[in-house]
């Protein structure tokens, strides 16, 4: 079975010309970069896995996954979604801080696209992964009659998908060093931690929401 990270590939290449048009670049190369894109923002998001994030409330107030159902609504700007779940900004502002600059000037390096185009992809996509963050959580907690995904659930998917990610593109190791050690903090939680299903997913992405975007 596809990992989260697989399934967004996919998904968001089906997008890539329509992704491309708003950024400036041909489909090609939007492929490329969303290639190393997506794994850097959940390497970035597993690395602020933990109590008192509040990631995991964010995904159950903000990230339901209702933006996968209507995604070219969303790419299109003709989406009936809430401010708080479209906020890529605000997403980024969280997982990446002071340290967006260096990502998108690493992939910017490794993908040819200009820093604008990077600037203006990465928050495109971070709505997406977290709505897809949320969409896991809710069937985890169909499947156990629980409450979503707990903390070390979380971070055990999210360092499993940066580990899985990192070996099979090694560019995306270069980008994570440029994220002042992340790629090692997140690489140590590997795919046989906790599966999904307690509360730390949860957590996480409620602290998004408790933090106004530029606040």
Known sequence: MAGMTEMLEQLLGGQAERIGSRIGADESQTRSALSLAIPSIIAALGNEAGAGTGLKQAVEQDHDGSILDDLTGYLDGTANLSPRTTNGAGILEHALGDRQANVERSLSSKTGLSMDSIGQLLPIIAPIIMGMLGKQSRSAAGASGGGGFGLDDLGGLLGGET????????????????????GGGVSTRTSSSPPAGSGELTDMLGSLNDRKPGA
């Open 163 to 182: 580990a899985a990610a990192q070996s099979r593109n090694p560019d995306l190791s270069d980008i994570l060093g440029s994220l002042g050690g992340l």
